[in-house]
């Protein structure tokens, strides 16, 4: 919230007079009312990307090989015009694998763009994952022209399909398997100090953070919202009203009897 003129002590309870849940719904941001040191010495995380305007990933890892790579480029050859000699073979990012011997030819690269990564690869912190997606089965023209082969759900809806990356199931699914994922670090105990694990996003990315007890954060670009209303009464000078309104902000007496009040207060 941004920071407003002076407010009176009767704005502030006509305000906050909707009710102790008017505040439950950001007690949960951190930093709020106090700040608290945490160890930080242990900390780990799973970082996504979801790219919402789609990836090309046959412009990414590509055929090394000389006889794969004429044709992936023979495929591609009005995209490759376009990008000039950045897609020579000579070009590429050759992407050497552990599981072969030194001396073989890499058999794929990634393309010069992703310098970066190829340097994370070359030191053993990334990999590649192929062959990941929607799809139930491999799927040819004929198979699918012929409406034989087995297809994921909408196939051709945008939204649809994205929500089967977050979710395995078309729009109006519910829990996303990153929400799931911290269901189980829930349940696993491995995370019993810390009581509310939270999925923390810059976006709204649909079910992918929703879990059965996990609840996706919502975070700005300058970081978690803050409650400033107490800022407005720094010259008060009656301690106690001042608690009342804490009090008020944190729910920290409400025991109501309401379900759906209930329900917002948990």
């Given at each position: ?10 704005s ?9 849940i008017?505040?439950t719904?950001?007690t ?9 040191a ?47 000699v ?25 393309v ?23 799809l139930v ?26 929500n089967?990356w ?17 269901d189980?670090?829930?349940?696993s105990?491995g995370?019993?100090?810390?009581p ?7 976006e ?6 929703t ?19 107490l ?17 008020q902000l ?11 009040e ?5």
């Amino acid at each position: 919230m941004a920071k407003s003129t002076l407010i009176s002590r009767r704005s502030a309870v006509r305000m906050l007079g909707v009710g102790a849940i008017a505040g439950t719904a950001i007690t949960g941001a951190p930093g709020v009312f106090t700040t608290h040191a945490a160890d930080t010495s242990d900390y780990r995380a799973l970082v996504c990307v979801f790219l919402f305007g789609g990836m090309d990933s046959h412009d990414v890892v590509l055929p090394f090989d000389a006889g794969e790579y004429a044709s992936w480029r023979n495929i591609r050859r009005s995209f490759v015009a376009r990008q000039g000699v950045s897609r020579d073979l000579a070009s590429l990012l050759s992407l050497r694998q552990v599981s072969r011997p030194p001396e073989e030819t890499p058999t794929h690269a990634l393309v010069p763009e992703l310098v970066n990564i190829k340097a994370l690869y070359d030191a053993g912190d990334a990999a590649v994952v192929a062959n990941v997606g929607p799809l139930v089965e491999p799927v040819t023209r004929s198979g699918f022209e012929a409406r034989v082969a087995r297809v994921p759900p909408r196939l051709f809806s945008h939204n649809d399909q994205q929500n089967i990356w977050q979710a395995g199931a078309p729009e109006g699914a519910q829990f996303g398997w990153g929400g799931l994922f911290a269901d189980a670090v829930l349940a696993s105990g491995g995370n019993s100090n810390r009581p509310q694990f939270t999925t923390i996003t810059t976006e709204d990315v649909g079910p992918f953070l929703t879990g059965r007890t996990a609840a996706p954060f919502r975070i700005g670009t300058e970081g978690a919202a803050q409650v400033k209303i107490l800022e407005e009464f720094a010259d008060e000078t009656d301690p106690a009203f001042v608690s009342a309104v804490r009090d008020q902000l944190t729910a920290a007496h409400f025991a109501g009897s309401y379900l759906i009040e209930r329900d917002l207060a948990a």
